[in-house]
């Protein structure tokens, strides 16, 4: 059973446009939410995170909007950019028990000149 | 710097054979992890180590092995390799918890046919 659901799948931007990735979950016991991206060929690297004390973070062109009450969160990259292009995958952990991280499936960005 | 690597890059087995995956860290993080990653699930954690000789498993442990008795390498071995474990496997650390940033390795791609 999937803990954090994403979605699209893939998702096709023009270069200036703006990408959102969806990720929902059901554990209200989550209170950490990173999103990581990935290159081909590369492991994924953090590219931002929230816990849900905020309803928001942004880092440059990369803004994490968080809903506690609808339990989802959001990656929303402004100007995007060809060299953007990569896949997303949001995960969510939780500071008790196993708090290892659970991961989305992943949505691959492709953003076009 | 080397950072976190993986070996073998690449690797051919066949169906029972036993193969180990290697990864090393050099920043003495505390914590890492095994990941695999397949098209549809995203990355699931295989196996996970709090520090030396203590790991335990995560949400795909079956058909896998890992030890830990020193800090920097974390070795994961299938004990008789099965074509459902062909996948792309990641190694990843973090320095005192899982919650904070997880430094992924580049991977290696297995085959078993």
């Known amino acids: 059973q999937q803990q954090v659901k994403q979605s699209p799948q893939s998702l096709i931007v023009q270069k200036g446009g703006i990408s959102i990735i969806n990720c929902a979950y059901e554990?209200?016991?989550?209170?950490?939410f990173p999103w990581y991206q990935q290159f081909p060929g590369k492991g994924p690297a953090l590219l931002i995170a929230?816990?849900?004390?905020?309803s928001e973070k942004k880092e440059g062109r990369f803004t994490i909007s968080f809903n506690k009450s609808a339990k989802q969160f959001s990656l929303h990259i402004m100007d995007s950019q060809p060299g953007d292009s990569a896949t997303y995958f949001c995960a969510a952990s939780m500071k008790t028990g196993a708090n290892n991280l659970f991961f989305g499936t992943g949505t691959r960005l492709t953003v076009i000149p | 710097d080397a950072g976190i690597t993986q070996s073998p890059r690449y690797k051919i087995t066949e169906t029972g054979r036993q193969v180990t995956l290697m990864c090393h860290q050099t920043?003495?993080?505390?914590?890492m992890f095994w990941y695999r990653q397949d098209l549809g699930h995203g990355l699931r954690l295989i196996y996970y180590?709090?520090?030396?000789?203590?790991?335990d498993k995560g949400e795909v442990p079956d058909g896998y092995v890992v030890s830990r008795s020193k800090t920097e390498n974390f070795p994961l071995t299938l004990e008789s390799a099965t074509r459902s474990q062909t996948s792309v496997y990641f190694c990843?650390?973090?320095?005192?918890?899982?919650?904070?940033?997880?430094?992924f390795g580049p991977g290696t791609r297995l085959l078993v046919l």
């Open positions: 554990n209200t016991a989550f209170d950490y």
């Open positions: 180590s709090a520090a030396a000789d203590i790991t």
């Open positions: 929230i816990r849900p004390d905020v």
């Open positions: 920043w003495s993080h505390s914590y």
């Open positions: 990843a650390s973090s320095e005192s918890m899982p919650q904070e940033t997880q430094y």
